[in-house]
């Protein structure tokens, strides 16, 4: 009997296969190599295998693809419940199986090699402005201990800079400033490679007719604008904003029961670089919206700021879902006349 639904579970070296027919019967149970994955797959009929969304998933789910068979991706967590007692790559395989034949399951879009290669630009830009935040802690805590202290900020590290560059200072020991001074060049070396990645990605968004449209939406730069196209892909994968922000993790996190609604904070769901892009992005807003916007000044009346920053970042997830599924640009809302 041939297979029709395959769960694969993915690993490193060892791969995990369990497979059904069309009635849901057990036929086939199988450990592969890395290197038997498409010799395996190349001499089965077409049929549906189910991944989780893991590490290398996008790859093999193209590379399955390109012989024939339907792949469908799952988020982890929704494959866990169907795992039965003891975890193994067994039972994983079997719960991957049993979770893709269910109909109310939400599977994730095949990302392509450019997606993926965008999201790597952001991943390594990321790890970049992670290593730019210890160096400057790190010449800030130096240099506490000989009683030099700056501003908080960033920006305020120059004067730091500054006092280590000066040959007449004397108030860090020569061998001190020497070790110092290699943090320094470390910290200029990182911000140039930043500086380099958020001009590839400046250029990727002016090259990209939805990046484009995107940046036409207040509190969305270059870096949100190809994070968001990278990451989601075709947008009508979403029902809608309201969906959208909630695969965001920017919507309450509910604990209801008998007919009670309890909501509590936002639920931290989904990708949280692109959640903490739109959470920047709206802080940024929300300083030239403070005035001008009568929607944010009667949010920040009733909610405090970190309530407001997040709606706010709410609702530009929700104009971006819109912009990419209508392919229009960002309309600005007409202001309501005084006393309407």
Known sequence: MQPTIIGLDLAKSVFQVHAVDEHGTVILTKRLRRDGVRTFFANLPACIVGMEACASAHFWAREISRLGHTVRLMPPQYVKPYVKRH?????????????????????????TEEQQSTLVIHRVRETLVRQKTQLINALRGHLAEFGIVAPQGAQKVTQLIAQLADPGDEQVPAAAKAVLRVLVDQLRETERRVSDLDGQLAEQAKRDETCRRLLTIPGIGPIVATALVATIGDANAFRSGRHLAAWLGLVPRQNSSGGKERLGGISKAGDGYLRRMLVHGARALLRWWRTSSPWVAKLLERRPVNVAVVALANKTARIAWAVMTRGETYRRPEPVPTGA
């Open 87 to 111: 975890k193994n790559d067994q039972a994983d395989a079997e719960a991957i199986c049993e979770a893709v034949q269910r109909p109310s399951m939400r599977f994730v879009p095949i990302k």
